[in-house]
C-alpha cells in the first residue's frame, strides 16, 4: 500500500509540475474569451476530458502502439487490468515502451537546457545556453546513435523492434515540440489581439483541448517511468490534471511567481528518461527510485523559488 502510495504521490506531482506551462496557456487564453458559457464548458467538461479522453485514452495508445498485436479493446482493457493476457502482453513490451518513451523524455529535457530561455536555477545552465542549438542538435544526434548501437550490441529478442521504437519516440519529440511551437505563435497572436481577436470562443475552446493533449504527451509518457499499471496512471495523472485546472482558475498569477518550478520539472523529466533507457536494457531500479527523486528535484526547486520570493519580498500566503 504504501509503495502504491508512493507511486500516485509521484504520479501527481510530476503531472502537475509538467503541466505549469499548460495552465498558463490555459490561463492567458481564457482572459480573451467573451463567453462565460465558454469558458465554464472549458474548466468543467473540460477536466472530464482532461482526465479521462486524454489521461485514460494515451497510455492505451502508447500499450496499442508498442503491440498492435492486442488490438485497440485489448489496449483498452489495460485500463482495467482485467485480462491476463493484456497483462502479460504490456510486460513483454515494456522495452520498448520504456526506450522510446526515454528517448523522447531525455530529449525533451535538453530542449529546455540548451535552447529555451529559462529562470537560471543552476551554474551551468547559463553556460550550456550560450550555444544551445550547437549543444542540443549534437546531443540529440549523438543519443540516437548511441542508443541503438547499444541495441545492437545487445542480445535482445527482437532488436529491431526496440530501435525502430528509440526512433519512433526521436520522432515523436519532434512532432510534438514543432506544434507546441506554433501553439505558442498562435497564443501570443491570441493575447496580443485581447477580445478583438478574430478567433471565436469556441474555437480557443477546441484550441485548448488539442493542446491539452500536446502536453499531456509528456506526463503520460514519463508516468511510465513511474509504473507499468495503466489504472495507476490513471489515477495519479489524473489527479494532476484536475489540480492544474484549478490552479488554472483560481490564480495561474500566484504560479508564475514560483519562477523555478519549471527547473524542477524538467530535471525531473530527464531523470525520468534516464530511467526509462536504463530499464530498456535490462536495468534494475526499485520502483520506489522514480516517485522520491521527482519529489525531491520538485521539492528543491519549489525551495528555491519560495526563497527567491522570500528575499524578493513577494511571498504569497499559499500557491492557490
Known sequence: MFSTFLTLLGLSVFEIVSSIDNAVVNADVLSTMKSRRARRFFLTWGILFAVFGVRGFLPSVVVFLADPSIGIFGALQAIWQT???????????????????????????AHWLFMEDKKFGLPHEWYVQRYGAVWFYSVAAVLLAGVIYGINNRIFENPMHLALAAAVGFSVF????GFKDNAEKIEERLIASGEHSTMSDWAKVFFLEVLDVAFSIDGVIGAFAFTTVVPLILVGNGIGAIVVRQLTVMNVDRIR????LKNGAMYS???????????????????????VVTIGVVGYFFWRSVAENRLNGNIPDKIV
Open 269 to 291: 523529466i530527464g531523470f525520468l528518461g534516464l530511467v526509462m533507457v536504463l530499464e530498456a536494457f535490462g536495468a534494475h531500479i526499485q520502483a520506489w527510485v522514480s516517485p
Open 174 to 177: 519532434f512532432i510534438t515540440q
Open 257 to 260: 511567481s514560483y519562477s523555478y
Open 83 to 109: 485480462n491476463s493476457g493484456v497483462t502479460a502482453a504490456v510486460l513483454a513490451v515494456t522495452p520498448m515502451i520504456m526506450i522510446s518513451g526515454g528517448m523522447f523524455l531525455i530529449l525533451l529535457w
